[in-house]
């Protein structure tokens, strides 16, 4: 049982341009969110998260909107840059951002940003 | 500061063997996840310890693996009698607090069991 998904396995975007990237999850009790992105070769690095409280979190460049009634989140990148290309990854805990939480992870987005 | 070292990056065991895989969280960080990623798929959580304690390993499949974080040394993760579906990447992460969003990814190690 997939309780978070990320339905595209790819996107093309140009440089420049903005990236939307999305995520569904099915499990209520998931009340914190996080983005992930991730290198060939190397550990998913930490980029951006959202506690369930909000529904909006912005980071420079990079912003996570939720939509708990749809339970639906999207990380934008605003504009995106060659850069960025890599393999994103959401993810879910239960337990919140304060404590502890095994994180489920979606099955990833491939990101590929042309010059 | 040295980044969390997961080694080897690369190991390739026959079926029935066992296989070792060691983690070296960040100097400070006695927290320690592991996660396994099969292939096409996301990272999914096995085991969180901390030193010399396994706190959550609802992950963990019953038979086969075993994870320690002893008082000295990298935490193990240690599959004994591999089949072919052990194949995997796996990672671990290291927090100073236990939480999550503090915590530090490795590079993780690609098994293959030929």
């Known amino acids: 049982d997939q309780q978070v998904k990320q339905n595209s396995p790819s996107l093309s975007v140009q440089e420049g341009r903005i990236s939307i990237l999305n995520c569904d999850y099915t499990n209520s009790m998931f009340d914190y969110f996080l983005w992930y992105k991730k290198y060939p070769a190397e550990g998913p690095t930490f980029l951006i998260s959202i506690s369930s409280i909000k529904d909006k979190n912005e980071d420079g460049r990079f912003t996570v909107f939720l939509n708990k009634s749809a339970k639906h989140l999207s990380l934008h990148i605003v504009p995106s840059q060659p850069g960025d290309s890599a393999v994103y990854f959401c993810a879910a805990s239960d337990a919140g951002g304060t404590s502890y939480g095994k994180l489920t992870f979606g099955q990833g987005t491939i990101l590929t940003v042309h010059p | 500061n040295a980044g969390v070292m997961q080694n080897p990056r690369h190991l390739v065991r026959r079926r029935g063997q066992e296989a070792r895989l060691r983690c070296s969280p960040m100097?400070?960080?006695?927290?320690v996840y592991w996660y396994r990623q099969l292939p096409e798929e996301g990272l999914k959580f096995m085991v969180y310890?901390?030193?010399?304690?396994?706190?959550?390993e609802s992950g963990m499949p019953k038979e086969r693996f075993s994870a320690e974080f002893p008082k000295e040394g990298p935490s193990i993760l240690r599959i004994q009698q591999v089949v072919r579906g052990d194949s995997a990447a796996y990672f671990c992460?290291?927090?100073?607090?236990?939480?999550?969003?503090?915590?530090?990814f490795g590079q993780g190690t690609r098994l293959t069991v030929v």
């Open positions: 100097k400070g960080h006695s927290h």
């Open positions: 310890l901390q030193k010399e304690n396994i706190i959550d």
């Open positions: 992460a290291s927090s100073p607090t236990g939480r999550i969003t503090e915590a530090f």
